[in-house]
């Protein structure tokens, strides 16, 4: 599950949104404007139909709800359609890879896949004349670090000052959750058994890119916590691993964000989780169903920052 990136950021004239950091921080903000703009029209009853005819593909090869789901309802509310391609497309075994981003990039506007190595979705951005975002990778997941950052910013009002505390696997949703927050300037710490912390490779590169970043691991989750506005996690078996689901339960057995957990942590914290999640597991029913939890707020945002992040690059097109 570590197959990096050949870059960390795509330049070029199309505007693909594989990672984090194919956006400044600035044209990160603008589409936290638009996500709002879009959430408050939309929540007052409002479908602006901005993008009528345009077309978003799903290339899954992974399971999804959230992503699936909110990519689609984001197109039908903006006046476009989606349509979702399973396996029977034949991505990756019936023709080139190359070929296969060339045609169905001739087709439609927008593709937004889901699959496990990040290598492919490069591919496909490479070949692809339509915009390609990524919908979550082995490597990497940024359309769930921007929602995430803007359910906070939606909470606290502003990022300034804030630290966001992630408790679990160094994986897909915790890299990219470092690139967001050494972005938007928010404090990450990142607490996990030595052996599953986010590759130091990437830490790396994050601090190329971002220079200011305050990134931090440890394997002390009350630590961790001890001064977070945030707490964050994910599964400790994420798609792709099941075969070692045993060992990673026994890992991260003291890594669970409980009731205990959260009373380490500041009173004002919130907690987060990208679902879906392992009851019982890394959170208990009490935090993820607690008053401090936005997990339901941050998925239903899931839609909303992804329209504002389809309108956003819809406008970037150089046709
Ligand atoms: N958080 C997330 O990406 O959920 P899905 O796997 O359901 O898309
Ligand atoms: N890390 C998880 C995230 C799911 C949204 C996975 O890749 O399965």
Redo the contacts with the bound molecule.
Sequence with gaps: MNNAPSTMSLSGTSRHFLSVFDLTRDEILSVFDRAAQLKAAWTSGLREPRHVGRVMALLFAK??????VSFESAMAHLGGSALYLGPDVGWGGREAPGDFARVLGSYVDLIVCRTYSHGDVEELAAHSRATVING?TDWN?PC?ALTDLFTLQEHFGSLAGRHLAYIGDGNNVARSLAAACARLDVRFTIAAPSRYQVDPAFLEQVGEEEPSAQIEQTDDPLAAVAAADAIYTDVWTSMGQEAEQEARRAAFRDYQVNDDLMRHAPSQAVFLH???AHRGEEVTDSVLDGPQSLAFQQAENRMHLQKGLVDWLLDQEIR
Excluded: N, V
């Design positions: 399971p999804s709800l959230r992503t699936r979550l997941h769930q990208c679902l879906p």
